[in-house]
């Protein structure tokens, strides 16, 4: 039997032109409108130290009240440990609706201390990745929100270079975020000073192998335009939500005794570069690069750690006599019943120490009530015998008074009645000689 093998016909594409109109040009279209009417969605995280001009670069960026005054911590006030608090707002213009939500790290830095204080970070982002990993198990998957962070502005401050800290926190985070360094309050600086700073900070970041966010080229793109706005990295930039009147032109700006500080000039500052960056031309890339680099090796790590131990508890076993992974496994479920029994007991004690405690207190405030209210019903009483001592003297002294004031009436009363008689006595006297 002689078999014989035939090859497939190679597939060839050739392009053709289409002698019409036929319409699948229009797609563009539609994914447009579609998208339109979803909206989208981004996450900006924001992390640095106080007093760098975070939250008013923010609400310059998107030229609106989302920091209000008041509401962001002073820098006189730090804090003992790092928080990370997300608000949400829903922008919209010019019919695109887009929802924003903004991450912020107070405390970050502030400590004496700082070691480790990028772990609630770290915790934050890996929590909204294992969210959206979840999310994508379910049965229905059209109703998944992306809350990962796309992006982490990192505030330097303006020096001579990168702290420690600066350093050990990009190393931690450049594997689970896009990560743009940004230079807070720059005009701090001198032109000579700002660029000497820009490119010792650059040097160090190369220097320690930390990636940060890189512009994608592509044919859409223009490489030129992607070397400039790489060349301006880290974005030293200003901040201000004050409107300035200059020579009848408005700008947005802050005021100094030597000049005026333009956010929006780029000779100034970089603010321009940062929010071209984030908002008008790149904002979909660090999705992209969010969801389709970032993720997707958090995601490979995650199912690779499960697939493995799951692999390993499968070799061991096969190598084993059925008695006696009979016996292996009797152990372990005797194990785990056992492991059950002890947290189930150790969570009774924690919970009846709990209860006792709770009772503990109770008691106790009861029994300082209790003895408040006595202190109270004692007090009430020595008020009560001081009022009952001073009615008792002001009724002995009324007393006194009506008695002295009785004397004087029957002494008055006694007289008007002599003076009564003799006025009668003249009066019959009268009569009788008239008669």
Known sequence: MVLRTETPPAVTCVDKELNGYVGFANLPNQVFRKSVKRGFEFTLMVVGATGLGKSTLINSLFLSSIYEDGKYPAAGTPNKTVKVQNSTVYLVEGGVSLKLTLVDTPGFGDAINNTKCWKPILEYIDSKYEEYLNAEGHVNRSTVVDNRVHCCLYFISPGHGLKP???EFMKQLHEKVNIVPVIGKADTLTPEECAEFKANVMKEIENNDIKIYQFPVDEFDEEEEAQDLQAQLPFAVVGSNTMLDINGKKLRGRMYPWG????????HCDFIFLRNLLIRTHMQDLKDVTNNVLYENFRC?????VTSVSLDSKLASSNRNPLAQFEIEKKEHQERLKNMKAGMEKVMEEKVKEKMTKMEEQKNELKLKHE?????????KKEIEAKRAELRDAQKAFDELQLASGVTVNNSTSSLNSTKDKISGKKTKSTKKLF
């Not at 005026?260 to 000779?267: C, R, Y």
């Not at 790590?301 to 750690?305: E, H, I, R, V």
């Open 260 to 267: 005026i500080a333009e956010v929006e000039n780029p000779d």
């Open 301 to 305: 790590n995650k199912l690779a750690a």
């Open 372 to 380: 408040q209210a006595l202190k109270h019903l004692e007090k009430m």
């Open 165 to 167: 800290l600066d350093i």
